[in-house]
């Protein structure tokens, strides 16, 4: 990849922004090697963000513009940047409590239903999973009914986990952003690793 680009724009120092997925570590370590080396600014997982959350929370927001702020994490040759926007914020949690809604609805109407086989109940909740998106089915917990009525709860229950629940709100609009920059950059923001 930086061989294509290379040879189609020339060799330069350039900075490269990139969506989370696109880069693989190892694309990432060739960026880090290359010569002259690259910059990078890339997306990553939210669940990353719990491996510095500890090292982020001891550190001050930074206004950047109105509703966007930042805290910086200088670590080993990367600059770990943990970016927050009030709008996009509102804007996920919106989202989030569309899907949320649609998904605890859909689960009250399966509970209460009274003709519906184990297996069928275990497919319409795989459904309601897939439809509610990656983090909704997640704030839920689920009783499942027992096969033999002896053994647990013939019913389906559900009740909503609070604890994930107040970490998704925490987490939302925020994003973070490992960053390598050229030396003249880390020193005009005054990062001295």
Known sequence: MLDKIAGQYGKARRTWIMDRGIPTEEVLEEMRGADPGVSYLVGTPKGRLTKLEKQLASREWEQVKDDV???LLPQGGELYVLARSLPRRAKERAMRQKKLKAYWQRLGELRDRET????????????????????AHRLVNLVLPSENPQDGPTRLRFELDRKRLKQARLREGQYLLPATLPARTRQFCGITT
């Open 69 to 71: 702020s930042v805290k």
């Open 116 to 135: 519906i086989t184990r297996d069928d109940l275990l497919l319409a909740i795989g459904a309601a999973k897939q439809k509610s998106g990656r983090t």
